[in-house]
């Protein structure tokens, strides 16, 4: 099986720190590749960059979509998530929808982890979006720059432990580390948090894979049957084509 | 005061039927000017397509804002408009979010009364996006091929009406036309049907006009306030500096 | 236009402090005229009052609809609103339905900021009733005697400001100055707020003047169709007649 | 024990057949007495309506509470409900709620079943009022017209088993017979109904018998703590003394 | 009328606490008889401990249902109370459910007071289960060791008062001081808690009665409906027969 | 990995069934074992079954668990689902969960088609349970005797079909073909129905093992942290051991 991940930042560190950590939990037979966004911005954290950077996904998936099994969109946020499950024949998972899907195995509520209060309305915003509010306990944040990545594992450390603490109080059964920039983390975290710690990316690739194996055309019906198709202005050619059925 | 309407089809005789039927409620002292997408589609129907179009209606924005004082996005399902709150010094209205939110000041609960199934998904989940499914008696869709638009009026008028008459049927006490295709045409049904008719493109600009008076700067703060300046790749000139805030 | 306030409570001086905030965003073609309650309470703040002072809007206003187009009743809390929607052929808005939905327009999430914990509950109500419970952030309150009208602004400035950060901090994105009393006040604290600051009895004239626009003869239709002519005992005239479609 | 029960309709043989019915279940030692609104309207029926006799309810309970140890409210849509239990030092109960809790325990929905559906959309909102919307399969009312008292019985007895059927297809557990005209009707449909039928009178009085025993007092804190005095205009003597604390 | 109050814990100290409480507000017709569990746990606090002793009081009832006019499942959390419903033809109440549900009437919101964090999420889950999550303040609990029970009385009262407020500061009207442990406690601590404090098991004994009154055959329709019948493996008699409809 | 597949049920056909069905999507490295109740009842389908089966499901696990890396509950309905991952150091999933959060990647709504409308309640309730109302589109049965298990496929493939069709024009997007006697009938029914259909015992096998490979002790925090040791009377000696965690 062949899963694509899609980095829809611009880093390339963060594509290899994604693709690491995915490959640590992904089952031999699974062969991962990842891609990069050309255009749109280092790292997407608002609504305005999710809006843009979701485009560029769509563009990459149909630049990139021969010959893939499944697809893993790694920001959190998960931009572009239903509009490529609604165009392309694949199955398609995004590291926030997987991780708050999963979580609800693994307990009754919630939380998610990350690195910064700028992010915490648009993680709200995902969660009302997959109508799981009820399962949801918040998330919690420590003020602290993300510096480089290099160094997030070191600086972080001590400020993520005390805010999963924090999520704990407030009801989480299950933490979710959230944010490209924190993949790999929680292996490392895991022993110091009363609480079960979930790694998104390695959530969605493990998604991805089952989603392959039990339905490989993805969501196709009802709401996300494929849309009539239409002609375009201002496309690649490749999401044109998409987009046309031609 | 000057009120942009921004259309996000690429059709121009849709923006010509929105802004006449926006003028019709508009008070003398609100200059219209209107806008058409350059790039996209002709008529924006699914998850993907919004997804391109609220793109670029973000590039339209940054191109035109200067001397504007309050923005009105022309189509149905809002394309772009939490992201454009987000990023722009103005009062941001979309036609479906005002419809809704005016309509529960006129009734319980609203349907949305529209010309083809294919359009009720993605109205379904702006209804959930907004948080008003308590307020929401569902979408009622003839199937009927939308023709010419100058025929428009003629073709769809009985099937509306019917389709109308399900709608109070399943407790709405309001109905919204929907689909920027069908503004104007609240006007000459309202004698036929036992429902409040409210024209989206009429309430949208009514609302932005009501939010320019009261706050000239728009959402601005809390989950809206300005994302802290960014880099980017692949932008136009001009949405590059305002997210660059340079 | 002819708008008319009416005032619930039975003190003047609330009458004119309403008045003139209106009177700052309202549009010159838009007349004000405003009454006061000549029974009921100098200042309605339950539930019983609300039940008392709401019978009383409907006399008012069946004394007084004639030559009206819009109605606001400007008591925080809305008493009479639904009942008076389903009574006369008139748009109605409440200050409280009013500055919710508008806040809608203006972020995810609004609070109310009020000068005494005795109103929280009953705010809490206003908000369930309208089922916007999921964009609401709370009521935060300082425990501060509401001494003289004319001394109002000064002797609550700072505990409200405190209070507006209280309410960000919970996750407003919106605070709507809440209470008659408090009319005309956001104006003069908005620099010092980092939240979008709504003046209730600006944003129900104003969304008054918008329904009257956009639909004349307001809430007509379904669950606010008008009752069937009615007999009654111990009413005014005007309102007997009005309840017996004499 | 004394439990008043108040018929807020001006119409003294519904005064009579409530009683009648209540005493069917009501214990021995509980002694019911029973009033019929002086004012108001022979029948209530829309929010306006219930607006004004809740004022009047309120009236009623200032006059009569005198050595009374539990209230009933006895129209359906319970008006007066909540503000007599903030204002009042005993247990009050309506109809609607009543019957509603007390279906809890007796199925997963329960439906109203009534006579005309002028009503339903006044008692969809009392099951959000009191939100209980999760618990609801909808309300079910033939449209027959409300004859004269005594043959209530015979005319609606097939029409309304067929709504029972209705609602037991939608999903109801529990049908509550609803409106104050039809009491004592669901012991004579009992057979005829694959749904557990509550009589919402009988269910009511009970209800208020179970709270007098538990809580003599009723309602008494938070939200529902008794008011600070405050001086009136326009009310009964008796009522302005509550309201004053005096 | 024969009231059977079913205590699901091993602890026969906890029968008789739970007896002696419900006696105090039974009236004189109603005779408590009381029956202690012999397999399972001496204090239920766990899922898995209700969902075994859950099965036992079904065991229970099959063998004590004879010559009963309603019964009560005294543990907090209800084990076992709707599977009880739907196969015995008798009313079912229980301590958590019967709670909820009357303090409906005496406040817009409850709260639970017990004595140990661990029973916390599992009230949680109650709460969900009735749907009544709109009406909740949460639960508030000492860290307190549970000593002997006769020591319960003077070892908790002042952590409970403490917790009643902190439910009081959130929102509470009503606290139900909860687990069966705490049986009788609600009486002594009432004059020191700004609440309306219920105690769980008089509560369910009340309410059991008024569903003898009102429905003697308690849930039987719809989702209640008795089972087909079934061949069973491993019950006792009394309980295969029951469900074998033999 | 070993994963343990538990049919709560005595009837050891369906265990093949349902192992038979599983092993089609398991990749090759995981090997099944399965295990068939030796109490109970043939077919589980109320919730006094599941409630007795439940406490089943923990004792099998007790004596199965010894070298397992996962376990599926597979009964529809999930009997003990919660309990067993309370109590258990293990990875747990059960059929209607997995299919209901795995649906949420496939679509917006998800619907259970199933054999008979005795389960539809029942089925109601896991979905309230799981908090998963808003992504429901309802329950759709034919009302077909199920036969023996080698002819249910023939039987119920016309009257399946029908009813897939119902709930994708209720608004699905995805079909949970439930109940074990249907296991493996989705693969046959796909080419004929507009919707992705699943196979929940096939889902649940797969969560089974990508939840193994995210989180090898499965729930064990928060809400789902081990319980305080404790006595028991009644059970076997292997549960009896696991609680008394000795």
Redesign the interface.
């Known amino acids: 099986m062949r899963l694509l991940l899609i980095n829809p930042n ?1 880093t390339q560190a963060l594509t290899e720190r994604l693709s690491k950590t995915a490959r640590q ?1 992904l ?1 031999p ?1 699974v062969e991962l590749i990842a891609t990069t966004a ?5 790292y997407i ?8 950077a ?3 996904v ?1 563009e990459t998936i149909a630049r990139h979509q021969s010959g893939v099994d499944a697809l893993t969109i790694a920001a959190f946020g998960d931009p ?1 998530l ?3 499950r ?2 392309f024949d694949l ?1 398609v ?1 995004g590291m926030t ?2 991780a708050m ?2 979580a ?6 919630f939380a998610f982890v990350t690195f910064t209060p ?1 992010l915490a ?2 993680y ?2 995902q969660v ?8 949801y306990a918040g998330v919690f944040t420590p003020d602290v720059p993300l510096g480089a990545i290099d160094r997030i594992d070191a600086d972080l450390r001590a400020p993520l432990i005390a805010q999963c603490g924090r999520a ?1 109080a407030a ?4 933490v979710i580390l959230s944010g490209a920039p924190l993949a790999g983390m929680a292996a490392t975290l895991r022993d110091e948090v ?3 710690l ?2 998104p990316v ?2 969605a690739v ?2 991805a ?3 392959a ?3 490989p055309k ?8 494929r ?2 198709e ?6 690649s050619d490749a999401l044109r084509r998409q ?1 046309a059925r031609s």
């Not at 609800?104 to 509520?109: F, N």
């Not at 009302?128 to 399962?135: E, I």
């Not at 009801?171 to 299950?174: H, M, T, W």
């Open positions: 611009t939990v089952p037979d050309e255009t749109g911005f280092p954290s608002s609504r305005a960059e999710a809006q843009i979701g485009a560029g769509l572009g239903l509009a490529a609604e165009l199955p998972t929808e997987a899907l999963s609800c195995m693994l307990g009754q509520r700028n309305p648009w709200d915003e009302r979006q997959a109508q799981l509010t009820a399962r704990v009801g989480a059964d299950v009363p609480a079960v979930l790694d390695q959530t493990l998604q894979v089952t989603l194996r039990l339905c993805g969501a196709s019906a009802g709401s996300f049957r849309p009539p239409k002609p375009s202005t201002g496309l987009i």
